[in-house]
């Protein structure tokens, strides 16, 4: 699970209703400034659909201070999944993570020479269009991954007026996509 924490009192405002009802309340004092939007993802690809993920539900380390794993985890993983909004796409410093994340998981060299470029990446975004996301000036640097994002919108899950209960349907047709690229994977690497 990828994601951006800058704006998350925002994201939360934005998605109180959504937040609450996936965890009876809303965020207060410091928990303000983690991404409860994000948690709410996780929570149902982990408790309900039984997909382990970086992303921990309670506690999130800074970035910086788990480089190393964040970068080796982005190389073994099967999939990614990315929450999409306006901070996704901000300028560095200090390091943009969701394009760090996006860069090491698709440009896997072991994973490239054994599937190609096939798409294992899923977006949740927080608005239905893509334009109203980014902004108007984007760097060059954010060129592929908006490619890609627009190549699969199809595939996205669209947060804009979601209910709990609708995303948990949608994310469990995510993991099963994500079960199904496992499965492939792992034939490919025995075969190999």
């Known amino acids: 699970m990828s994601y951006t924490k800058r704006d998350a009192p925002a994201i939360n405002e934005q998605f109180g209703d959504l937040i609450k009802s996936c965890f009876r309340k809303l965020p207060e004092g410091s928990e303000l400034g983690n991404n409860h939007l994000a948690r709410v993802i996780t929570r149902h690809l982990r408790r309900y ?58 440009e896997n060299p072991n994973l490239l020479r054994l599937l190609g470029d096939k798409d294992r990446h899923f977006f949740i975004l927080i608005d239905p269009r893509l334009s109203a996301i980014q902004p108007a000036a984007l760097s060059s640097r954010f060129s592929d991954w908006i490619a890609r994002i627009n190549r699969l919108k199809q595939t996205h899950i669209i947060l804009a007026d979601e209910r709990n209960t609708t995303l948990s349907e949608k994310i469990q047709g995510i993991a099963k996509q994500i079960l199904a690229l496992r499965t492939e994977i792992i034939d490919r690497w025995l075969a190999d």
Do not use: M
Not at 58 to 67: A, K, S, T
Not at 74 to 88: K, R
């Open 49 to 106: 659909q039984h997909l382990s993920s970086f992303f921990d539900e309670d506690n999130l380390p800074v970035g910086e201070d788990i480089e190393d794993s964040v970068d080796s985890y982005c190389t073994w993983a099967f999939a990614l999944v990315q929450l999409i909004e306006p901070l996704s796409f901000d300028r560095e410093p200090p390091r943009n993570w969701c394009l760090r994340e996006y860069r090491k998981f698709s």
